[in-house]
């Protein structure tokens, strides 16, 4: 999945390069003038101008983390509160991996120079692998549909020459499902798991602030924001609040009008507080609320590059370098972001 995602990146740098290039432009900007792909609401635009924006994301979990360390098939069997006996200190079934894909589908309007509204909306597919331990026999999971849509306000708080400076405050408006069902192992419909959920189920105030330092030869920059719930969702539980700070460096390639970039993501997501109320019956550590949040850090690496008019094609790859789980979770793999921007 990754060599194709590559081969697509290459496709349309090589290919649409050739057909943007007879087109004129007053002014190109810098490639590392926008943050990594990866990082929203990174940036803001002049009155008047209209952004849109297409990002496809990929992440890949297999295996098996407990806390900070890699566990085995048998600690992921294990419930976190073992029972008096051998049928209910285990669980029935154990994931095996996970992918999860998202499409987002984002537009940008400066109502003037200090103002930025952005709105996204994204549609997801997820696929779990889960393993009946008693027979072997196993069986793919899906859930796919809208998530929740959100709608933020840029503020500009500084600019000059080779520092900008931004805050973000925002809205996440919980369009996304947290009722999804699939047909389990045993043949009947069952709920599935928190991570499969399309959604919080709660509206979510969210805040970033954003700081940009562009040089001759290179730009850095960090962000910082949070994602906090409010209340319980009508499943009766809460998804944990999320705190993050990326940070980047990138070096622009003025010939090929392309930038590469390095970069730190620290991400801290709390546990579900509570249980969903249509989870019956825990037949793995995927529908348990005690296996959800983490505190991580991801290392990435990145390319932004900018046709003659403006459009923006961007791909960034992302790992864990530090992962931290509540209890026993699927281990994550790598991340994929593709992403095209496009200006007027």
């Known amino acids: ?175 996304g499902s947290i009722s999804k069902e699939d047909t389990m192992i045993s043949g009947s419909k069952g709920t599935l798991g928190y991570g499969m959920q399309l959604g919080t189920g709660t509206y979510d105030i969210l805040s970033s602030l954003t700081y940009l330092h562009t040089r001759k030869d290179f730009s850095f920059g960090f962000q910082s924001g949070a994602e906090i719930r409010t209340g319980e969702n009508s499943k009766n539980y809460t998804v944990g609040d999320k705190y993050y700070t990326d940070i980047w460096i990138a070096k622009p390639i003025t010939e090929i009008n392309s930038s590469f970039s390095l970069g730190l993501k620290g991400e801290t997501v709390g546990k579900v507080d509570g249980k969903h109320k249509e989870i019956q019956s825990i037949m793995s550590f995927a529908q348990d609320s005690e296996s959800t949040g983490y505190k991580r850090i991801n290392y990435s690496t990145g390319i932004n590059h900018v046709f003659s008019n403006g459009t923006r094609l961007a791909l960034e790859y992302q790992r864990p370098l530090y992962n931290n789980v509540n209890q026993v979770q699927l281990d994550t793999e790598y991340s994929l972001i593709l992403g095209l921007q496009h200006s007027f």
């Not at 890949?60 to 983390?65: R, S, T």
């Open 1 to 175: 999945m990754i060599y194709r995602l590559l081969l697509i990146f290459l496709f349309f740098l090589f290919n649409v390069k050739i057909i943007l290039a007879t087109e004129e432009t007053s002014k190109v900007s810098r490639p590392d003038s926008h943050a990594p792909i990866g990082i929203m609401c990174d940036h803001y635009h002049k009155k008047n101008e209209i952004m849109w924006s297409y990002r496809y994301m990929l992440m890949d979990m297999d295996g098996y983390q407990k806390n900070s360390s890699s566990t085995s098939y048998t600690r992921a069997r294990t419930k976190p509160s073992a029972g008096t006996t051998a049928m209910n200190s285990v669980y029935m079934n154990v994931p095996v991996d996970m992918q999860m894909q998202m499409h987002m589908f984002g537009g940008m309007y400066a109502i003037n120079d200090s103002y930025t509204l952005m709105a996204m909306i994204n549609y997801q597919n997820n696929e779990m692998k889960i393993k009946k331990h008693s027979t072997g026999q196993t069986k793919t999971l899906s859930s796919s549909g809208w998530g929740d849509t959100r709608f933020n306000v840029i503020r500009r708080i500084y600019e000059s020459n080779i520092v900008k400076l931004h805050a973000t405050l925002g809205l996440s408006v919980p369009t």
